[in-house]
């Protein structure tokens, strides 16, 4: 560490974490010597690098393949209004250039496979998981643990949130648990809240990003004693927290990576393909008074936002209210994106032989986008 | 009575309850108390062999049960069970 110096200018930025004896100057070098990867840039991913980079992580590699929304600017605080429909990775690193001029940050826009996981892992020190779904949760892991580099994880769902360190090395030389030890198999995708049952309130990842980006900078330092072995939870509605042991599974093997969709349930789009409907089509329809029969399976609260005037039936209750659907006419099923309605589709396919259910493509919001911008978007 | 707190995500089974009181004497108990209640959690926390599933840790205050005796763990009257399940985040 020793050959790792740090300028006049880096001294003075510095000069508060210097002033924390355990830390010093030594601790500083070493985050400058650091090269830490963060896993997607959305709302976890937002404070993480916010913290790392002023904090003077020396590289800091950002995965990201997704632009920016504007419903992610309710968490995403990386983001403004003028990066709407931008690639996060690049509007990240033009953000945290201007945040810290001393580091070197490394965009990488793209998606995070297990055909570049170990390439990408391969380059830095330590892993932050700031992702949003159960696959890439599981890539991250066994990358780390098949590489040997520590994972720092973090998840948030409403109120709630977990944070733990994963893989991390121990003084007899092995490592710590890592996150299948605690989860061996994730949950199969009927059980996982939808899109419209998830939600977060926007402040929970910037309270668990920051406890992330502490245990990063804890874990490069050797300052305090990182969460290996043990996973915290925290609940903002009740403001309670808990810390759990998490123990090594002798039962784990992580030999190489594996399809991860196929392991989490979710097949391939194509494989399960339903008929669709074009936005455009269905303006058609509706000029010239088409008998068709329309059906919104998103939640109450979506259709107070916006609606088309469909009949609604939540998506969880389409089996039991199959009845209101007419056989006997085309009938278009749309929800937000397209994601649900297609879901509800199979459904009635696969229950009560529907054979006249079409998908509206893109849901509502591309109707909003392509057809009546006066339609709210969520 | 023992108390099992319930994770935001399962609260959809609960009428939004984030905790439940039960008189079960071991954590089967406990947990078929709480299934029986409320019948949809059943599917979320147990597989068809009536065993907890394996995206979902039961605790006993900080130790997880199977560090313990499993679900044959004594449960006393200030007991706090904790259900922990796997979440990913926003995205499915």
Redesign the interface.
């Known amino acids: 560490m020793s050959d790792i110096q740090l300028s006049p200018s880096e001294m003075a930025r510095y000069a508060r974490h210097i002033a924390i004896p355990e830390f010093n100057v030594e601790g500083q070098r070493k985050l400058k010597g650091a090269k830490v990867l963060v896993i997607g840039s ?3 991913g937002s404070p993480l690098l916010l913290y790392l980079a002023a904090a003077g992580i020396g590289r800091l590699g950002i995965v990201d393949f997704d632009v920016v929304d504007e419903s992610n600017l309710q968490r995403q605080v990386l983001f403004t209004v003028d990066d709407v429909g931008k690639p996060k990775a690049d509007t990240a690193a033009e953000r945290l250039r201007k945040l810290n001029p001393h580091i070197d940050i490394r965009v990488h826009n793209t998606r995070f496979t297990s055909e570049n996981a170990l390439d990408l892992v391969a380059q830095y020190d330590v892993v932050a998981d700031g ?4 696959p890439t ?1 599981y890539l991250v892991n066994d990358a780390c643990v098949l590489a040997g580099k520590t994972n720092v994880y973090a ?6 949130g ?1 944070v733990s360190v994963f893989n991390y090395p121990l003084e007899d030389g092995s490592r710590g648990p890592n996150y299948r030890d ?6 199969p ?1 009927g ?5 419209a ?4 309130l926007g402040v929970l990842p910037g309270i668990i990003g920051s406890l992330q980006a502490s245990e990063v900078i804890k874990v490069i330092t050797g300052v305090g004693d990182p969460l290996t072995g043990r ?1 915290f ?1 925290f ?1 903002a ?2 403001f309670t927290t ?6 090594k599974n002798p039962a784990t093997r992580i030999e190489e990576l594996i399809d991860y969709e196929l392991f989490c349930g979710i097949q391939p789009d194509e494989e399960i393909a339903v008929p669709e409907i074009q936005v455009s089509e269905l303006k058609t329809w509706i000029d010239r008074g088409a008998d068709f029969q329309l059906i919104d399976v998103r939640e109450a609260y979506e259709y107070d936002i916006a609606n088309l005037g469909g009949t609604l039936i939540p998506l969880g209750t389409i089996a039991e209210r199959a009845k209101q659907i007419d056989r006997n006419k085309k009938v278009v099923i749309h929800c937000r994106s397209g ?1 649900r309605s297609a879901d509800a589709i199979r459904e009635l396919q696969h229950l009560y032989q529907f054979d006249n259910l079409y998908n509206l493509k893109g849901g509502i919001l591309a109707w909003s986008k392509e057809i009546d911008q006066s339609v709210p978007t969520y | 009575m023992a108390k099992i707190i319930i994770p935001t995500p399962l609260r959809k089974f609960t009428d939004n309850q984030s905790t439940f009181e039960t008189s079960g004497r071991t954590v089967r108990e406990a947990i078929q108390e709480l299934t029986t209640q409320h019948q949809g959690l059943s599917q979320h926390l147990l597989d068809v062999n009536d065993n907890i599933r394996s995206f979902i840790r039961i605790y006993i205050g900080d130790e997880d049960i199977n560090a313990l005796q499993k679900d044959a763990t004594a449960v006393e009257a200030d007991t706090v069970i904790s259900i922990v399940p796997a979440i990913a985040g926003g995205a499915i």
């Open positions: 959305g709302g976890l992702t949003d779904n159960f949760r998840s948030i769902f409403r109120f709630e977990q605690l989860f061996p198999e994730p949950p995708p059980l996982v809240p939808n899109c049952e998830g939600g977060v996973l939870l609940d509605a009740s808990r810390i759990l042991k998490v123990a994601k």
